[in-house]
């Protein structure tokens, strides 16, 4: 996720542009640029939050112009620095392209306009766009994107300028979001509507495959085949605050909103030809070949996250997976031997136990892959290979939608080790086309919030909670427990629920309710006579089961259904539903879960 602004009109001031780009400062802040056209035609970008960019423009904040584009950037493709930081530009400097998205395609793309002796300046995928449009200008901005956008795959939300062109941003958008409106002589474009507000609450969302001319006082938008196409206005009645959060009280909800989003990018560009594909494992696949054991290190969420890879890896090979919450695995003996897998896992990639794990286990001769949100942290940079969920910053504490994006990078990694060693079949076909066709699914999910809050009310003034599920579903009550925890602070535990019987079912009574998990898998009976034990027990019973499953009825009448789907996939269709729940008790009780007590978004000491 990025930020995109680009504003054009007569009267408009470098601060103007500034102040809109800090509106979408939550969106990225590695690095910020903008591209502008005055009395010159310049660019300025700079490594870091916007202030820095801010700071070094400060003689310019006063200068005139007549049309420009900003963007603050969370890195996807290379790290963040001054020259990976947008805007991009062609070879002769005369068109600047700001971007958020991800260009499955670029590498393609890149060869080709190289060979048409193109000279690309960053390790970004935007470049080149920004040499597409060169490649295609004849005279006509407008005609040139088109074309380009044309060869574009993947996800984009664009900005483009001309030096030639002084009262014209043209802009594109599919699948990244992007919305204009007209104010007093300004025309705006941007990824929310923040920036908008200050000239205007009238505005458009552009729709997928939409190409945009915008004017000071007007626009066209266009679909990919240059026809002229509708939009509909609409008033938005919101403050700038809340149009931060996207209209939602905090940015955690927000966030699990965003659950099926953060699944697509981890998905972009890494199916081909029905099968996984990470471009960044070009150079290990040897590695993982012929592979016995792999071992996984992490913590907390993404701790659960690496469990639910070792029951899928372990239900489908023979391989062993060994995972250890990295506070523990750094203290012991590593037992690693050269050229060992380890595999770390962290959304911050600034993890201190994760970190000195990986350290030790380097020492001793492993390899590392990362999954890592952030791109140039420095669990990135001392890995052998990183893939990255790109689901965009996560302002909320609770880890949330980099869960989802955890397990979506796992699935595919797991999948990969299947299809390298020998594993790959009928099975794993299904599971592959289920993983691709399951963000579609989790928005249904996402539909059963407000029945999700009601039953937030009612159980939100219970002091203890037993989460139970075995199998794939044990790290999904273990991510239940600890979300509710850590946001609500009503303690909570979680067991695999045939562990029950041998203590912590004495802990049950009418003051202690379980939160069952139990879709429609191979241990759904074995789950179920768990629960009807606690029941005797006289505990209030949630079930988190699948549609069109009657008999869960005859258990409770607190139930929450999911879609089905492959029973290795239920991690993923059911987290939405446990960070919901946590966090409407949590909002029912008036607290604040972005900022839940004792807690920081990265844990960088020990
Ligand atoms: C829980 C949560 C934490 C993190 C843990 C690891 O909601 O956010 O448990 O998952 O601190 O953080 P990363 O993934 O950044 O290493």
């Known amino acids: ?169 043209v802009a594109a958008r599919k699948g990244s979001p992007l919305v204009a409106g007209i104010g007093n002589g300004v025309g705006i474009l941007a990824s929310d509507v923040t920036p908008l507000l200050r000239f205007t609450k009238d505005v458009v969302f552009l729709e997928d495959g939409d190409v945009m001319v915008l004017r000071k006082d007007g626009f066209e938008v266009y ?26 009280k905090y940015f955690m909800y927000k966030e699990i909103m965003e659950d099926p989003q953060a699944l697509v990018n981890a998905l972009v560009g890494r199916v081909k030809n029905d099968r996984p ?16 054991r792999i071992r996984v290190v992490s913590c907390g969420t993404s701790y659960y996250a690496g469990l639910v890879f070792k029951y899928f890896l372990e239900n489908h090979t023979d391989i062993d997976v060994e995972i250890e919450v990295s506070s523990e695995f750094r203290y012991k003996r590593p037992h690693i031997k050269e050229g060992d897998i380890l595999i770390a896992i962290s959304q911050s990639g600034e ?38 969920m790109n689901a965009g910053p996560e302002i909320g504490v609770a880890a949330t939608k980099t869960y989802v994006a955890e397990l979506a990078v796992l699935y595919l990694l797991g999948l990969k080790i299947m299809e390298i060693n020998g594993y790959w079949d009928r099975e794993a076909e299904d599971i592959l086309d289920k993983l691709v066709r399951m963000p579609e699914l989790l928005e249904n999910v996402l539909r059963k919030d407000p029945q999700i809050r009601e039953l937030s009310e009612k159980y939100k003034n219970y002091r203890n909670f037993m989460y139970i599920g075995r199998g794939y579903s044990y790290p ?66 949630i079930v988190l089961g699948t549609e069109g499953n009657r008999s869960l009825e005859e258990i409770t009448g607190d139930i929450i259904h999911v879609p089905p789907t492959h029973e290795s996939l239920y991690p993923l269709m059911m987290a939405p539903v ?19 007590r004792n807690l920081a978004k990265s844990v960088t000491v020990e």
């Open 223 to 248: 679909n990919t085949d240059g026809v002229k196409q509708q939009r509909k206005i609409y008033h938005v009645d919101w403050d700038e605050k809340a149009a931060e959060k996207g209209g939602y």
């Open 578 to 596: 446990v960070q919901l729940f946590a966090y409407h008790i949590a909002d029912l009780k008036g607290l604040d879960p972005d900022k839940p």
């Open 351 to 388: 993890t201190a136990d994760t970190l000195e794990s990986v350290r030790l286990a380097k020492k001793h001769g492993a390899k590392i892959v990362s999954i890592v949100n952030v791109v140039g942290s420095t669990l990135d940079r001392e890995s052998d290979v990183t893939l990255f």
């Open 277 to 292: 594909f990470f471009e960044e494992l070009e150079y290990y696949e040897e590695l993982l070949k012929g592979a016995d």
């Open 1 to 169: 996720m990025c930020g995109i602004v680009g504003m054009v009109g007569e009267n408009l001031k470098l601060e103007d542009l500034v102040i809109s780009l800090q509106k979408l400062e939550y969106r990225g802040y590695d690095s910020a640029g903008i591209a502008y056209l005055g009395d010159n035609f310049g660019v300025y970008k700079k490594k870091g939050r916007i202030d820095v960019l801010r700071n070094g423009l400060k003689q310019k904040l006063n200068d005139r112009f007549f049309v420009g584009i900003a963007h603050t950037r969370w890195a996807t493709h290379g790290e963040p620095n001054d020259i990976n930081a947008h805007p991009h530009m062609d070879c002769k400097e005369e068109i600047a392209v700001v971007h958020n998205g991800i260009i499955e395609n670029y590498r393609e793309i890149r060869e080709f306009l190289e060979q048409r002796g193109h000279i690309f300046s960053s390790e970004t995928d935007t470049e080149v766009i920004a040499h597409l449009v060169e490649e295609e200008f004849e005279g006509d901005l407008l005609d040139a994107v088109l074309k380009a956008v044309k060869k574009l795959k993947g996800a984009y939300a664009i900005a483009v300028v001309h030096k030639s062109v002084p009262d014209t941003i």
């Open 476 to 541: 999904t009550a273990l991510e239940g427990a600890l979300k509710l925890k850590e946001i609500t602070y009503i303690h909570a535990t979680a067991y695999q629920a045939g562990e029950l019987k041998h203590g912590p079912i004495a802990l049950l009574d009418v003051d202690f309710p379980v939160f069952a998990v139990m879709p429609d898998d191979s241990l759904f009976f074995k789950t179920k006579s768990n629960v009807i034990e606690s029941k005797s027990r006289n505990a209030p019973v």
